[in-house]
């Protein structure tokens, strides 16, 4: 696009839609297609101003899920600067002012996952004395979600006869025939040719695993918010199991490790910046140094693929990893609907190369995950 064609698109920005007759978008379809996308989420705020009732969200309880779309949009288009300004004119628009200076106002709301991603994506501008009733509000919700979840993955991660551990549940699937002949055969009534049990031994349903580590990298970008949520909660299930060691990162273009967090979704949340750019590489070359045991190992990897640094640096890094003998799974989404948008040509080459590539509910992850290490 030449400097004069950016120059026309950024003036029927300011101008608005109502310009179209006079200027319209110019350059490549893509180039036109991104600039439209611009002037919707700017028209979504600014054509407020005008009196447009149509666009204008009704209602503090309607406005804050529209408000977290809204901002997860502007910061895929826009440049983090441009995104703070939005986010400040935003407030007043979506009548969010209250909820991100007021505690009572937070008391009164049910706790949601829509009210969850708000908080998140606006967190970061709430008052020090909000923050607290913000965080019980988190716990709640993913609370609610890690309940629905564990007992489904657990029994996909531990669902294996463990002889050597001793059950108290007394059930007949549970039951060690062999501990239970060979310690009572001292028992045994000769005269009436039979054994008499006075002991019965029931066996646990563990398996005695190898240790195994599952290390967890995902990408921080607003795009991602709801497979981010979906990561920290499986990050926390996975953390209590005891045949696994989890530790986890997130990345934009840097990389933060959360592995001493693990254990608590809700300050791994907390500590997410959401946005920003990607550099997968950058994540998973610090991962690599994670690993001890790579024939143990495995590296999930939350993205959307689409790469900011070098892709050739990228593959080269996850042909080592793979060639170490580590198992490595790319989740495009990890949420209740699994819908995946990503870059489809990265994710190709990686599946070529012997990585699991495509979109996962946790239950699914779960199942996946324990059919590695079974």
Request: with cysteine.
């Amino acid at each position: 696009m030449s400097v004069a064609e950016e120059n026309l698109n950024r003036w029927r920005l300011i101008l608005g839609k109502d310009s179209k007759n006079q200027i319209d978008f110019t350059g490549s379809y893509s180039d036109e297609i991104s600039y439209q996308d611009m002037e919707e989420t700017l028209d979504y705020l600014y054509g407020q101003e005008y009196g447009d009732e149509v666009r204008r969200t009704g209602g503090s309880g309607s406005s804050r899920p529209s408000a977290a779309k809204w901002i997860e949009k502007a910061r895929k288009l826009f440049p983090k600067k441009t995104v703070e300004i939005l986010e400040k004119q935003a407030l007043e628009h979506f009548n969010l002012t209250e909820l991100l200076t007021d505690k009572k106002v937070l008391e009164k709301m049910e706790p949601n996952t829509d009210l969850l991603k708000t908080i998140l994506q606006f967190k970061h501008l709430m008052q020090s004395d909000v923050i607290a009733e913000a965080k019980r509000i988190i716990k709640k919700v993913v609370d609610d979600i890690t309940e629905k979840l564990q007992t489904d993955i657990r029994k996909s991660l531990l669902g294996k006869l463990n002889r050597n551990m001793p059950s108290n549940v007394k059930s007949i699937k549970n039951l060690d025939i062999k501990k239970t002949i060979a310690r009572n055969l001292k028992n045994y009534d000769t005269e009436n040719e039979r054994l008499v049990l006075k002991n019965v031994y029931f066996s646990s349903r563990v398996k005695r695993f190898n240790k195994w580590n599952i290390i967890i990298a995902v990408d921080e970008s607003g795009s991602m918010l709801d497979s981010v949520i979906y990561s920290a909660i499986m990050a926390g299930i996975f953390a209590k199991l005891p045949m696994i060691e989890t530790k986890l990162v997130i990345f934009d273009t840097s990389v933060v490790d959360l592995s001493g967090y693990v254990d608590d979704p809700v300050e791994v949340l907390m500590g997410m910046q959401l946005g920003g750019g990607t550099d997968i590489n950058g994540a998973l070359s610090y991962c690599e140094h994670l690993c001890d045991n790579p024939h143990n190992t495995i590296f999930v990897t939350v993205t959307d693929l689409y790469e900011g640094g070098s892709t050739q640096n990228l593959l080269r890094t996850c042909a080592d990893i793979i060639g170490s003998g580590s198992k490595m799974i790319f989740l495009t989404a990890l949420d209740r609907d699994a819908n995946p948008a990503y870059d489809k040509n990265l994710g190709q080459k990686l599946a070529d190369m012997g990585a699991f590539v495509g979109a996962m509910t946790p239950e699914q992850l779960g199942d996946y995950i324990g059919k590695m290490i079974s």
